[in-house]
């Protein structure tokens, strides 16, 4: 049975976003039949053990690598974000060389976080490695600033960490190097990774989803006289909202829709400014933050997702909502680009903001005129969906692992 360590700083479960792929990365490869000891840090370990425990997977071996308090304490300001990572790879570092000694891993995997300039400090251990899926090679453009507020500086400040972490973070280099194989999830990153020394690297999307996340039945949508367009995700400046509201202002006067924004969070305050400022009064409805058994409800009576994020390594709302049979309308940009098929949407240009505006407006216009297509797109989506679940997923890396596993790569030394 193949030995397999987990590098999965984010590991959490019945969560979404880094925590989620991390659990389901360590869940998945468990279920495959390898012995999985999976690195993590010590939040959530009640959740965590306590779900090992129901699922018996005697096979999963969670490792829980603490930092020292003062670490953990600057953790809520952003450079103490960065600090946190750094200082927990080391440690994980030290306990997985520990491990070696006693178990000797035929590879080692590491999934989150899933950005490449953080790295990982694995590498040291001289076993096959496989890097990712990753993300960080996105930057937000700078002709749409203005979306961001008073972010625009945090944008700034990130990409300034990301050229600092590249030219000095030993990891990036050596580990890139050192990997068999490095998965990037948008063309940005791949580009990075190769600029970076990695030897082979490949695509691959890292949302992923469960089998049981797809609805009974596939949902039909008769037409109706109002077009029902739905937005979910944090209210974060990179996600783009302001974006898809002054599009939708500058929809022709005749279009009946409706937008439900689900989700909160940092621009909470200008989400009524925005409907004011776009003369959207009566076309919107913002629930906040809802259970997720409500987003499933969104998801199944929508007509169309938009979704225009400036910034993201590979959005799961995407996938979610092409699981629901959606048609999506999003920008041609980082993960958007790469994991919503070209017949399963609109991806549009991102130029200036006056004409990638326009141009949204225009995709809502086509899609509201053209129920057809709304249903082609969003069966093309469906099906597109179905090829991504965990299961799938684990069964596709199922196959890197044999191929750069410590056996294999001794059977191709010593033929």
Avoid at 223 to 249: D, H, N, S, T, Y
């Amino acid at each position: 049975m193949m030995k397999l360590l987990l590098s999965a700083y984010a590991c959490e479960p019945h969560r979404g976003s880094e925590p989620g792929n991390g659990w389901n990365w360590a869940v998945s490869t468990a279920r495959m039949g390898y012995e999985v000891w999976c690195l993590t840090t010590v939040e959530g370990k009640e959740k965590i053990e306590q779900e090992v425990e129901k699922l018996g997977l005697t096979n999963l071996h969670m490792v829980f690598v603490a930092v020292p308090k003062w670490v953990d304490d600057v953790y809520k300001y952003q450079p103490g974000v960065y600090l946190h990572y750094m200082v927990w790879q080391q440690n994980a570092y030290k306990a997985a060389k520990e491990l070696d000694k006693q178990v000797n891993f035929d590879l080692v995997h590491h999934v989150t976080l899933g950005s490449l300039q953080m790295s990982t400090a694995l590498w040291r251990l001289n076993k096959p490695l496989i890097f990712g899926p990753t993300g960080g090679g996105q930057e937000a453009p700078r002709a749409f600033k203005s979306y961001f507020y008073r972010w625009w500086k945090m944008e700034l400040f990130r990409t300034g960490v990301s050229k600092l972490l590249q030219a000095f973070n030993p990891n990036v280099k050596k580990a890139m190097r050192h990997a068999s194989l490095v998965l990037t999830t948008n063309e940005d990153t791949y580009n990075m990774a190769r600029a970076n020394g990695a030897l082979n690297a490949k695509m691959f999307l890292d949302t992923s989803l469960p089998e049981e996340f797809y609805p009974e039945v596939y949902p039909v949508r008769p037409p109706a006289q109002e077009l029902k367009i739905l937005w979910v995700g944090r209210l974060f400046a990179r996600k783009g909202l302001p974006l898809v509201m002054e599009a939708l202002g500058r929809v022709r006067p005749d279009v009946k829709f409706k937008l439900t924004i689900l989700g909160e969070g940092p621009m909470n305050e200008f989400v009524p400014q925005w409907i004011k400022q776009c003369n959207l009064e009566e076309k919107v409805e913002w629930k906040g933050q809802v259970p997720w058994q409500e987003v499933k409800q969104a998801y199944t009576e929508s007509d169309l997702f938009m979704f225009c994020s400036l910034r993201d390594s590979s959005a799961a709302q995407f996938l979610e909502a092409m699981a629901y049979g959606l048609p999506i309308i999003t920008l041609d940009l980082h993960g958007g680009k790469n994991l919503v098929p070209d017949n399963a949407g609109i991806k549009v240009p991102v130029t200036t903001p006056e004409q990638t505006v326009k141009a949204l407006a225009t995709a809502v216009e086509q899609l509201y005129d053209n129920p057809a297509l709304r249903e082609e797109m969003g069966r093309q989506g469906y099906t597109f969906s179905k090829t991504q679940t965990w299961t799938l997923k684990t069964q596709h890396i199922a196959g890197f692992y044999s191929k750069f596993s410590q056996p294999a790569a001794m059977e191709i030394v010593h033929p």
